[in-house]
């Protein structure tokens, strides 16, 4: 059977899936947080954990159709916030080679190497890709953004480490380990 | 869930146009409302967009909930560019024609409030193309919609496995929060801080696995229908396109050449009449 690598009828279910809890996530649940009147967004941490569990091309495509969704029941599409999502999910999924979820690895490297690449990934997408984008498609006033994009940057990166981690800490104790099983004596 | 906008069935040509056409329309539309920065331009697109609206049939109880949340938001982000560089127009227009000094650094200054109102504008001329897209477009016709405009029609699926499953994740949603409830699990404000994110874990874990544990379910039985086996597939819902679809296309690439010209002939995104 011929087949791409990256488009098995998995990725294309799971982007699906994914998108759908991202968007009940970002739409419908609104975790407390220490501010009052303001909520987190718990998405991001769902999103990544789809990226380490299926990979990159999963991410970017759950990110983008889950944020544009989320958007479109808003009344209108926010493209520089959705690109941003959608390469979010995509730089975290490219550390899915070094995290061995499926087997059920996850330990305190793999809780670093992940914490380390999403604060990195959410650095990139709200610092630098969604205020360039806002200058460019907006013209939005610099010092606007430099506020704007470093409360998203702290704000998410917050929340994906706490229910990322915890997540996917859930997620790889329901698999089996490689080699657990042992003979009896 | 009245705050969510889906589609409404309704008797009218927008209605009836196919949902490519209106994607399509919608795309460029908002495309061409996202390179310029020209008020004629937005204002007249804006206007379009109202009078495509009269002709859907949908009333304003439809949206007002939307509109106003969208009105909301711009207002917030108004005030903050406001608040953060009351001099933002006097930049891009390069003229400073002060009206009255208010405090501090922030006076009311006409190049500011016309950029402020361009910033607005640009919004406003895509919300009446999203929303008909959002509300006439029956939502089984997305995936074929995407696969005509050239997507691969396994990424159009994905669109469909989404929108098809948004409901049942609620309903998972509800039932988890619901069955937690009933265990004594507080999620109301009468709850400390740390408690009721500790409780917030115990809907959310569930719902993430048994999602998790879906997509297995569903990939194996796409699997067992041969999903996937052909480069192309057909659509059930796919209508050809008529004489409106053609006019309605028309309609949006005219708005793209109109938005470009401009450009052209201000030599920049922005119209300046203070020059």
């Given at each position: 059977m011929e087949k791409k690598s990256n488009i098995t009828i998995k990725s294309i279910v799971a982007i699906g899936i994914g998108a759908a809890l991202f968007f009940v996530a970002g739409r419908f649940i609104a975790l407390p947080s220490p501010v009052p009147n303001t909520t987190m967004n718990i998405q991001y941490g769902i999103l990544s954990v789809f990226s380490i569990i299926f990979g990159p091309f999963v991410g970017v495509l759950a990110g983008f159709i889950g944020h544009t969704l989320i958007d479109l029941t808003w009344g209108?599409?926010?493209w520089s916030w959705i690109i941003a999502s959608a390469v979010f999910g995509l730089i975290v999924g490219l550390v899915k080679k070094k995290i061995d979820i499926e087997n059920g690895v996850f330990g305190k490297k793999e809780i670093i190497l992940f914490n380390v690449t999403q604060v990195i990934a959410h650095a990139i997408c709200w610092i630098v890709i969604a205020s360039v984008l806002d200058v460019v498609?907006?013209?939005?006033a610099f010092s606007k953004l430099v506020m704007q994009s470093l409360t998203a940057w702290a704000l998410n990166s917050v929340t994906t480490g706490v229910v990322g981690t915890a997540l996917l800490f859930a997620y790889a104790k329901t698999r089996t380990k490689a080699g657990s099983l042992q003979k009896e004596d | 869930m009245s705050a969510t906008l889906s589609y409404i069935k309704k008797n009218s040509p927008i209605h009836k146009l196919t949902g490519s056409t209106k994607f399509i329309f919608f795309l460029v539309w908002s495309l061409a409302a996202m390179i310029t920065y020209d008020t004629r331009v937005l204002v007249g697109m804006f206007l379009l967009g109202v009078v495509f609206f009269r002709m859907s049939k949908l009333t304003w109880k439809d949206i007002r909930f939307a509109v106003l949340f969208m009105v909301w938001l711009i207002a917030l982000n108004l005030i903050a560019l406001f608040l953060f560089s009351p001099e933002q127009g006097v930049g891009i227009y390069g003229t400073r024609t002060e009206i009255v000094h208010l405090f501090w650094r922030y006076s009311i200054i006409a190049e500011e409030m016309f950029y402020l109102f361009n910033f607005m504008m640009k919004y406003l001329a895509v919300i009446p193309a999203a929303l008909l897209f959002i509300l006439t477009t029956d939502p089984s016709e997305f995936a074929a919609s995407l696969n005509k405009i050239g997507v691969s029609y396994k990424v159009g699926y994905s669109v469909a496995i989404a929108l098809r499953y948004i409901p049942d994740i609620q309903r998972d949603f509800r039932e988890i929060s619901q069955a937690q409830q009933a265990r004594g699990i507080d999620l109301s404000k009468k709850d400390k801080m740390v408690d009721r994110l500790k409780n917030s874990a115990a809907i959310l874990f569930p719902l993430v696995l048994s999602s998790l544990d879906r997509i297995e379910v569903i990939s194996n039985a796409m699997e067992l229908r041969g999903?996937?086996?052909?480069k192309k597939r057909t659509w059930i819902v796919e209508r050809p396109f008529k004489k409106a679809d053609y006019v309605a296309i028309g309609i949006a690439v005219c708005a793209m050449v109109i938005s470009m010209l401009f450009i052209f002939l201000n030599g920049g995104r922005f119209y300046n009449p203070f020059v």
């Open positions: 209108s599409p926010w498609i907006y013209q939005e | 999903f996937g086996k052909n």
